[in-house]
């Protein structure tokens, strides 16, 4: 039973923005959106999470939807570096536990 | 020092033998995880420890057997594996459980080949 969706790949040139979508219909009022990505042949790193309002830090923008059933991940200006696998997870509240989704591996172009 | 560290890089065993994984964390975290993630699928939970008492069984087989010796030290004790065990074990902590807030530190892992 997924939480959230993704899609399986995309793809990007460098230097340009990317927009990695999610969607969560399932999304309760306590349960938080947390992004994190898995490069080659390493553990997953934490990218971003936020619960209701837009959330910036220095690797990434979150624009969560005003419903909440969808948020998108956005790298403003992708580097070689950023290829990797990126995970939407939703953290449900209550049950205290982290669901993954499947993941978007995202490629990036010279 | 923000490090995960995770013992031995790669294991290989036969179905008979008994191993242990070792994961250790010097950020002062009371939460530690265990994951089993299979080629091209995300993480999957197994075991949280919070405080150093087990906190979260995901119904884990019991010939995986996990240990929290102390709060820095996370093991998995394997023992009768099945060649579909074979994976990728992901060690993680966070200095609460992992949850509104919590950022999870994930180590590099131990891929394990079940022969």
């Known amino acids: 039973d997924a939480k959230t969706t993704q899609p399986n790949s995309m793809e990007s040139n460098e230097e340009e923005p990317v927009h990695l979508p999610c969607n969560h219909s399932?999304?309760?009022?306590?349960?938080?959106i947390h992004w994190y990505r898995q490069l080659p042949s390493q553990g997953p790193e934490y990218v971003i999470h936020?619960?209701?309002s837009n959330v910036n830090n220095r690797m990434a923008s979150l624009a969560i939807a005003e419903d909440r059933k969808s948020s998108t991940l956005i790298l403003h200006r992708a580097t070689l570096r950023d290829a990797a696998v990126y995970y939407c997870?939703?953290?449900?509240?209550?049950?205290?536990?982290?669901?993954f989704g499947s993941g978007t591996k995202l490629n990036v172009k010279p | 020092d923000t490090e995960v560290t995770q013992t031995p890089k790669h294991l290989v065993m036969g179905m008979t033998n008994k191993k242990s994984l070792k994961c250790e964390q010097h950020?002062?975290?009371?939460?530690m995880y265990w994951y089993k993630q299979k080629a091209k699928k995300p993480p999957e939970l197994m075991f949280v420890?919070?405080?150093?008492?087990?906190?979260i069984n995901e119904s884990v087989p019991s010939r995986f057997s996990p240990e929290c010796p102390n709060s820095s030290l996370l093991n998995l004790h394997l023992h009768a594996l099945q060649p579909e065990d074979s994976a990728l074990y992901l060690c993680?902590?966070?200095?609460?459980?992992?949850?509104?807030?919590?950022?999870?530190?994930f180590g590099p892992g131990t891929r394990l080949t079940v022969l």
């Open positions: 993680a902590s966070s200095q609460g459980l992992a949850g509104a807030a919590n950022e999870q530190f």
């Open positions: 399932t999304i309760s009022g306590t349960d938080y």
């Open positions: 936020g619960l209701t």
């Open positions: 997870i939703l953290y449900i509240y209550n049950f205290n536990k982290f669901y």
């Open positions: 950020m002062g975290h009371r939460a």
């Open positions: 420890y919070s405080y150093e008492k087990l906190s």
